[in-house]
């Protein structure tokens, strides 16, 4: 069989990987517009839990990514200057080329071709391939060449945000909000490299007009964004890769597959930030493709609706906990009336998918220090 993937992202690049690894006489390529070296943003973020999820589709690959990545068993929240720690939250972090550098190897040594600077712009010419995968991204251009046909649907949410990095090697990974300098602000950092850290800077709607940033240049965003969170940053500036600041697309489809095309990762459902788990999710989708393709050898047909049935209510399920997340992130401003330690048991339950039990069981320390917060009120 013949197999075309257009997006070398980590989706796209996991299923090329499985796919050949367990067939080594398919053809499987990896069409990539930018080069080899060229990605956006900085690090990302996975739980303890997905790396395991992960493992399930090639452990070796997964060990492969663990040994360059940091990791850390502490999520902290600072909230009017307090930190709360919240114990046994295991997380680790790799800088998103080095996790691409290690997927394109594992690629190669098995035999997938891998087509860099090389930009797809819509599906309507692909009949060279049996099966075309498009891991290309939420803005997928080979899905919007049939957004009909997959019923695409986009949603533009209210906060605005935008990717930085810096040389500040935080301990954990930190949530730090502020109040002030005309309205709420918030950041997710975290260390991705013994010396750099991402730094993603989120505001509300009602901030991104009261602080006049709606009006500023990103470089004039990036200098504000330097003052807010000043103390945070320690001195050290923002750096910036593409960092321009933009709405979070909730793109979303009713419909998975149509003719020989696939959709998998963001192209098939772009995951918010705030859940923290877009790579991961990726990749499952990778897994989950693959295995269709393994219980249904060359019936494409078939695997298409393999995949599908089966990846459809994790999907869902983590979509629902995703949108509890964002409404949380856009009513920040009054869930900073909380004091530090409600505030960050507030933020823990925001899904729904922890519970006061659970946090008891696996956060002990932080557990008992909300309830000595609780018998002062
Ligand atoms: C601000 C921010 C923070 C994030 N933080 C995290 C985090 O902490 N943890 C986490 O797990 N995830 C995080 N994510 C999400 C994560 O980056 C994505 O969910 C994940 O990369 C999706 O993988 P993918 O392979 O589906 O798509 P992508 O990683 O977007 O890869 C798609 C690839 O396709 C290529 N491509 C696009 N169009 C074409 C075309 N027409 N022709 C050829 N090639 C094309 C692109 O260049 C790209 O290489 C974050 C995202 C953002 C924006």
């Known amino acids: ?29 990896v069409v990539e517009q930018n080069p080899a070296d060229a990605t956006y943003g900085f690090g990302v973020v996975l739980s303890g839990r997905a ?10 690959a997964i060990e492969r990514l663990s040994a360059r990545m940091q990791s850390w068993s502490e999520q902290h929240i600072v909230h009017r200057g307090e930190l709360v720690a919240i114990d046994g939250s295991s997380y680790a972090a790799i800088e998103r080329l080095a996790m691409l550098h290690e997927l394109q190897s594992l690629c190669r040594e098995i035999g997938v071709k891998l087509e860099f600077n090389q930009r797809v712009e819509s599906a309507a010419d692909h009949s060279d391939c049996d099966v075309l995968v498009a891991a290309d991204g939420a803005n997928s251009a080979l899905r919007d060449s049939y957004s009909l046909a997959f019923d695409t649907r986009v949603v533009e949410l209210e906060n605005y945000f935008a990717w930085y990095g810096v040389e500040t090697p935080y301990a954990a990974h930190t949530l730090t909000f502020v109040q002030g300098e005309g309205g709420t602000y918030c950041a997710h950092h975290y260390r991705y490299a013994p010396d750099k850290s991402t730094f993603v800077a989120e505001v509300d709607a009602a901030t991104w ?10 470089d004039e965003r990036k200098g504000f964004m330097e003052q ?6 320690q001195g050290k500036p923002l750096i910036s890769n593409r960092s321009f600041w933009r709405r979070w697309r909730l793109v979303t489809n009713g419909r998975w597959h149509h003719r020989n095309i696939v959709l998998i990762g963001d ?5 918010h930030p705030s859940i923290g788990s877009g790579t991961r999710l990726a990749m499952e989708d990778a897994i989950a493709l693959w295995r269709a393709f393994e219980a249904d050898g060359n019936d494409i047909a078939s695997a298409f609706r393999r995949y599908e049935r089966e990846r459809r209510p994790v999907r869902d399920k983590l979509n629902q906990a995703a949108e509890k997340s964002i409404a949380w992130y856009e009513s920040m401003a009054l869930k900073m009336l909380l004091s530090p330690c409600d505030f960050a048991y507030d933020y823990m339950l925001r899904t729904g998918v922890m519970t006061r039990e ?14 000595r917060a609780e018998s002062l009120t």
């Open 267 to 271: 192209a098939q459902r772009s995951s």
């Open 51 to 60: 790396l395991s999820f992960l493992a399930a589709g090639d452990a070796r």
């Open 358 to 371: 659970r946090l008891a069981k696996e956060s002990p320390e932080f557990m008992r220090r909300l309830a």
């Open 1 to 29: 069989m013949n197999f075309k993937v257009v997006g070398g992202g980590p989706a796209g690049l996991y299923f090329a990987y499985l796919m050949k690894r367990s067939h080594p006489d398919y053809t499987v390529r």
């Open 209 to 218: 007009l009261s602080s006049g940033m709606s009006t500023m240049t990103d």
């Open 228 to 233: 807010v969170f000043a103390h945070t940053l």
